[in-house]
């Protein structure tokens, strides 16, 4: 059964009552015309990687030094994560399980660029939110003991210049290890 020019309830009211046995209704929803717009919409940019192998060579470099830095600190690895300072896909943050409250060792370092900061925290309901904030002068790697408690731990870069910079391979990242 096909009902046109009625209001929507109506129809829907004639659809539930069974008529002869059978169940079942279209409604025709008048369509508005669409007429092609005179300027298309802008396409979003899409990331492309980097293809200058001058700055893939000192980004790789600068990944052996900071892997080099973040290796001073002993015992067990809880979390570990490294990201570029600058380029298009710069950054990171991580979040990891803390299996037992303890005393932990926060390392972290960045090279190639003149610093970056990183936060270092869990979040509890209804306590309040103090992360760790390291910052980092890109000259070594920075170490602070800090408690954790059972749950979860975030590491986050927060990076010091906008996100319009050049490429240069800079790099940095964090490592944190329970105590031995």
């Not at 279209?26 to 001058?54: F, G, I, K």
């Not at 001073?72 to 570029?84: A, H, K, R």
């Not at 910079?165 to 790099?171: C, Q, S």
């Amino acid at each position: 059964m096909k009902i046109k020019d009625r209001p929507p309830l109506l129809a829907l009211a004639l659809c539930l009552i069974p008529v002869g046995g059978m169940t079942g209704c279209s409604y025709d929803y008048p369509e508005p015309e669409r007429t092609p717009t005179a300027v298309p919409a802008p396409a979003t940019a899409s990331v492309h990687p980097y293809n200058d192998l001058q700055v893939l060579k000192k980004e790789s470099e600068n990944y052996a030094v900071l892997e080099r830095l973040l290796r001073t600190s002993p015992g067990p690895v809880l979390l570990y994560d490294v990201g570029p300072l600058d380029g298009p896909l710069r950054g990171f943050g991580k979040f990891e399980e803390v299996p037992a409250a303890g005393q932990y060792t926060v390392t972290a370092a960045c090279v190639g660029a003149s610093g970056a900061r990183i936060y270092i925290g869990q979040e509890f309901p209804g306590a309040t939110f103090q992360p760790v904030e390291l910052a980092l002068d890109c000259a070594g790697a920075t170490s602070q003991v800090i408690a954790l408690q059972q749950g979860y731990v975030f590491a986050h870069l927060v990076l010091p210049t906008p996100g319009d910079t050049p490429w240069t391979g800079a790099v940095g990242g964090v490592r944190v290890t329970g105590t031995i």
